[in-house]
């Protein structure tokens, strides 16, 4: 009789035996070790915490942003190389803690590029600038008659070179150059930048040597799952742990006290379940005897919510735009449209569930964890440990999606917490229910958008009204409703040339916690917003395409006073350098509707739909094929996206995020949504919140980059905001059905 064998994932993949060439970079040591080794070797050159040359020529470069599949190791570090002049197969990439040296490390609002491009291409010059001089202090000529390339640097006119490793010993001896005196390349000496580099961390994903949060694991470790309230703000009345106990494997129940709001990134509280094995856990967690207290967020409905939120976009809000006279404009309309839309809730369901491993001792923590925001995550771990942060390590290991919900930190204090009880490192695992019933969710929202026309069908007003609980109100108890910095996303920045403009935020409580999703509050203006365009369109006897040209109007920068803000969040970039360039919003409409050959949208069967969208300082247009099956339900045949993020470093994962972006925004417009009764989420799995499967994905994503050298722009989220949209008004041109309440399985057949 054979022996059982406990058979993992990892040993399962192992078992294939798979194995991928080709893999220039390597993850390696922790940084931990690699500044051990660079102590014990003091004539390595390290001018910065980013930039490590050691004297056999290997560069190693710190990505201090987490890796979600996003490809950001597979990025910022060809940016530093190009700087460099390094070749990249003589390139290691290691993966930073959470340290305030490394600067803003969230991973998030599609800035790792984006937000440091400069900044990190310094990080390699400055290296470059003391190789050069060096080999030209060697040589006894000027450094501008020398060039770093191909891992070495050369003397100019000349056949001498001198490798990098070699010049280490010298360069380190140099003062460091400040900052300001560090030319960077221009853009034609970039090598890689802009072509299609490879996902490095790709084999790994594949052959099961990638190293997730729930791959971690120390000698005595215990794991913790935990019975959660149903209701945010709920609490544990009573528990009884006897039976708990009696499971096999179990070694302590726990409780943990319950946070008051605001809810920040604390742990929700409940009741923990600790042993030997995540089975045993689960098991304990099924036999406790708990009694709750729900709160006051018990008779949270959000059916009836949505009948609130609709009752308060029609009486008027609070203005944040203002453009000429908008009254003015409607009382004197030869015809007015109107219409209202509607969006649920939505959970970030990454394929892996929080997870974090902690080991709390007398004077230091260390945590293991799947975190976009380890700083978050260090601080809260410290004041969760009652530790100075300096006492405090965070390691962060690969994410199995994120989407936002992972740079929140609660998880991470429920493992610091269990640890400090038990006195032995913990990892607390989160199931897929826990995820789905225990998320940060992306917020609920009404829209209602109205359009003036004069007699002969031109528009000459437009009222956006808006109303959603913020993201705010996690931070803070006294938030009614959006801001003004809450309107940024596809409403304060929305090109319109129309002369009479005004946007009003409505009131809105929250009942939830509410987090960051993938593209944020775009999700529901581009929705409204793009859907309201097509609905004007055949209003006006327009073509959709027409009429989105013509109300946005000729290319221009719009000013402040045209867009009729007094100023512009611009996702905290100056508007000088990213303006509202209506230029390239033009541009992506007429490229998407080239290449989807929108002349012929009603020919074989098919209906176009069309959408457009500025966020994250990028512009996105999306067309939509949809076609009915032989059961006649609507499928989304084809989808085009073209996109300018100004100044591309990596097209293949450019590709690969609109790609990826049109699933998700397929999945949150045909199924996704999130329901509350009594407080509580009606959904727990895959099989009540669905994503869009295999057998749904279009027969065809075509992804087309505009070549630019404007600044860089996000390209992790603009993406998604425009899909919802094209594929409503292309159901629309198939069916005669327009939705204006997400999901669209709700009242379609798709």
């Known amino acids: 009789m054979s022996q059982p064998v406990t058979l993992t994932r990892r040993t399962f993949l192992e078992g294939l035996n798979l194995s991928v060439g080709g893999l220039a970079l390597g993850l390696g040591p922790t940084l931990t070790e690699a500044e051990a080794r660079a102590k014990a070797a003091p004539a390595v050159l390290q001018p910065n915490v980013f930039v490590h040359v050691a004297t056999d020529g290997v560069v190693t470069i710190v990505c201090a942003r987490s890796e979600m599949g996003q490809g950001v190791r597979s990025s910022l570090p060809v940016l530093v190389a190009d700087e460099l002049g390094a070749d990249m197969a003589r390139v290691r990439v290691l993966q930073a803690d959470g340290d305030k040296v490394y600067g803003d490390q969230n991973t998030d609002g599609s800035s790792s590029v984006r937000g440091v491009y400069d900044d990190v291409r310094r990080t390699g010059a400055t290296a470059r600038v003391m190789l050069v001089t060096a080999a030209a202090n060697r040589w006894k000529v000027k450094p501008s008659e020398c060039e770093a390339r191909d891992h070495a640097v050369f003397r100019r006119g000349t056949q001498e070179s001198i490798g990098f490793g070699e010049l280490v010993r010298d360069a380190a001896r140099l003062p460091v150059p400040r900052a300001e005196d560090v030319p960077l390349r221009p853009r034609a000496e970039l090598r890689n930048v802009g072509g299609d580099l490879p996902l490095l961390d790709g084999p790994s994903f594949v052959n099961g040597t990638a190293v997730f949060g729930a791959d971690i694991t120390l000698e005595g470790m215990l794991v913790a799952v935990v019975a959660r309230p149903a209701v945010v703000g709920g609490r544990v009345a009573r528990f009884d742990a006897t039976r708990a106990l009696a499971v096999p494997g179990v070694k302590h129940v726990v409780e943990i006290p319950a946070p008051k709001a605001p809810y920040l990134f604390q742990s929700w509280g409940g009741v923990a379940v600790l042993a030997d094995n995540t089975w045993a856990a689960m098991r304990g967690r099924e036999a406790l005897d708990i009694t709750w207290e729900d709160g006051g967020n018990d008779t949270y409905d959000s059916a009836a919510f949505r009948e609130t939120l609709l009752a308060s976009v029609r009486k008027p809000g609070e203005a944040f735009r203002q453009v000429g006279d908008v009254d003015a404009a409607f009382a004197k309309a030869a015809r007015v449209v109107e219409a209202e839309y509607c969006t649920p809730h939505l959970p970030h369901a990454p394929m892996e569930p929080p997870v974090a491993l902690a080991w709390v001792k007398d004077d230091s923590c260390e945590v293991w964890a799947p975190t976009q925001h380890p700083q978050a995550a260090r601080a809260e771990a410290a004041q969760v440990a009652g530790l100075p942060e300096e006492k405090v390590a965070v390691h962060v290991t690969l994410l199995g999606g994120g989407f936002g919900r992972k740079s929140k930190a609660d998880f991470v204090g429920e493992a610091v917490y269990l640890s400090k009880q038990v006195k032995a490192p913990v990892r607390v695992q989160w199931t897929r229910e826990d995820d789905i019933r225990h998320d940060y969710y992306h917020t609920t929202a009404a829209q209602r958008l109205s359009a003036a026309l004069d007699a002969q069908g031109r528009p000459t007003a437009w009222l956006h009204r808006t109303a959603f609980p913020s993201i705010r109100s996690t931070f803070s108890n006294d938030v009614t409703g959006p801001a003004f910095r809450d309107l940024n996303q596809g409403v304060l920045d929305l090109a319109l040339a129309i002369p009479n403009v005004r946007a ?33 369109a055949h209003a ?24 009729g803000v007094p100023k512009l969040p611009n996702y905290e970039a100056p508007l000088e350098k990213h303006p509202v360039d209506v230029g390239r919003l033009r541009r992506v409409i007429e490229r998407v509707t080239e290449l989807s050959r929108w002349s012929e949208r009603e020919k074989d069967g098919r209906a176009l739909g069309l959408a457009a969208h500025r966020s994250f300082l990028s512009y996105v247009g999306v067309v939509v094929s949809m076609k009915k099956d032989a059961a006649g339900r609507a499928r989304v045949d084809e989808a085009w996206v073209v996109v300018d993020a100004g100044l591309i470093v990596n097209a293949d ?6 790609e990826g972006s049109v699933i998700f925004g397929m999945s949150l417009a045909l199924h996704g949504a999130i329901t509350m009764k009594g407080g509580a989420t009606q959904q727990s799995n895959f099989r009540d919140f669905r994503l ?34 094209a594929i409503a008004n292309a159901l629309f041109a198939l069916t005669g059905t327009r939705v204006r309440d997400l999901p669209i399985i709700r009242s379609h057949p798709v």
Request: proline share 8%.
């Open 653 to 658: 994962r450019v590709r690969a995020q609109m």
């Open 540 to 563: 006006r006897g327009m073509d959709p395409r027409d009429n989105l040209l013509d109300v946005v109007g000729p290319a221009r920068h719009m000013s402040l006073t045209e867009l």
């Open 504 to 536: 009003e935020a409505c009131q809105a409580l929250a009942h939830v916690r509410i987090g960051w999703l993938r593209s944020v509050y775009n999700i529901f203006h581009a929705f409204s917003v793009g859907s309201f365009m097509d609905e004007l």
């Open 692 to 725: 869009v499967r295999i057998a749904e994905a279009p027969r065809r994503i075509h992804v087309d980059i505009v070549q630019s050298d404007q600044a860089p722009g996000g390209v992790g989220e603009p993406g998604v905001p425009p899909v919802a949209p």
